[in-house]
């Protein structure tokens, strides 16, 4: 018998900046809108246990959509956007993700991302602290320096296999060989978008001097980071955490920087203390 997911996929067009894009997003569930943002050069396909998780989405709308430029969502389709080259900004994406929100009609969402999805997280309680119930950054931190690389896109190589092999060893070594096998080939597919958005992650985004503008008890930030992350290691997370007023860290055992897609389970249990935190937060 043929078993079909409960996840349903959708388009929305939208206008950030002057561009129109239209977006592919993936969700399941009722509740309390949970928005996940995968990590660079990568698509939503991260998210999918997630958002299969019956746990989860029983109390939870998990939404999970792919960046222009990224898995089913196109680049500007106003724009010769071939013309110039791709480097995404803090203010663009920021506006993006605040401009999506709002077309979906999302009520206090909680926002994730990892990676560079976590960095932009902690810009989202820095600019918009009333938009968002919480945010739960995973593997950031307030600066991230070296890596918008050219060689991401050398002509001497293959930018996919060089793009997803640079992930390997940042995925803990007792992860499951199918769950980072699959993650490496997420990152095969998305060598193109990659170095722009290592832009965003390398040279935009430096919060250093302002974590103290963030407040913690008016917008929740739980921060988490696998203890086999080298890219962002935990005391890298954790010193940003102490800098923000009200903000928290968790390190997460036994996984890397990929944990919601390297080792699932794993990484729900981590996310639950994350959902349990806030929830504390904004009880009191």
Same mark, same amino acid.
């Given at each position: ?8 996929? $959708?388009?929305? @067009? #939208? ?5 129109? !894009?239209?977006?592919?997003?993936? &969700? ?5 809108? =949970?928005?996940?943002?995968? @990590? ?17 989405? %029983? ?7 792919d960046l222009p430029r990224h898995g089913k ?13 791709? %480097?995404?900004?803090?203010? /663009? ?6 401009? +999506?929100?709002?077309?979906?009609? *999302? ?18 309680? =820095?600019?918009?602290?009333? $938009? ?10 307030? /600066?991230?320096?070296?890596?918008? #690389? ?14 997803? &092999? ?16 699959? @993650? ?16 965003? !992650? &390398?040279?935009? /985004?430096?919060?250093?001097? %302002? ?12 921060? +988490? ?5 080298? *890219? @962002? ?27 919601? &897609? ?12 994350? +959902?349990?935190?806030?929830?504390s937060q904004l009880t009191r």
């Open positions: 018998m043929a078993r079909i997911s409960p996840v349903t996929g $959708r388009y929305v @067009t #939208l206008d950030v900046d002057g561009c129109e !894009y239209k977006v592919f997003y993936n &969700s399941n569930g009722a509740g309390q809108p =949970l928005v996940c943002q995968h @990590t660079a050069g990568c698509h939503n396909h991260q998210w999918r246990d997630l958002l299969e998780d019956e746990e989860i989405t %029983k109390d939870h709308l998990v939404i999970a959509y969502s196109d680049p500007p389709l106003n724009k010769e956007w071939w013309k110039e080259e791709y %480097k995404l900004t803090a203010d /663009h994406y920021v506006n993006f993700i605040v401009a +999506l929100c709002d077309a979906l009609e *999302l009520e206090d969402p909680i926002f994730m991302g990892s990676s560079f999805g976590g960095n932009v997280a902690l810009q989202l309680a =820095l600019r918009h602290p009333d $938009r968002f119930k919480a945010v739960i950054p995973v593997e950031a931190a307030a /600066h991230a320096p070296g890596f918008y #690389l050219d060689w991401w896109r050398h002509p001497h190589a293959n930018a996919s296999q060089v793009c997803a &092999s640079g992930v390997w060893d940042l995925m803990a070594p007792m992860s499951p060989d199918k769950d980072r096998w699959l @993650t490496w080939f997420y990152y095969s597919q998305g060598a193109e978008a990659f170095k722009g958005d290592l832009h965003f !992650y &390398s040279v935009d /985004h430096d919060l250093r001097g %302002k974590l103290g503008q963030i407040d913690g008890r008016r917008c929740p930030v739980v921060m +988490l980071t696998g203890t086999y992350d080298y *890219l @962002t290691p935990p005391e890298a997370t954790k010193e940003t955490a102490d800098q923000i007023p009200g903000g928290s860290f968790i390190a997460m055992e036994d996984i890397g920087h990929f944990p919601m &897609s390297e080792n699932y389970p794993v990484f729900k249990a981590y996310l639950a203390q994350a +959902l349990e935190r806030i929830a």
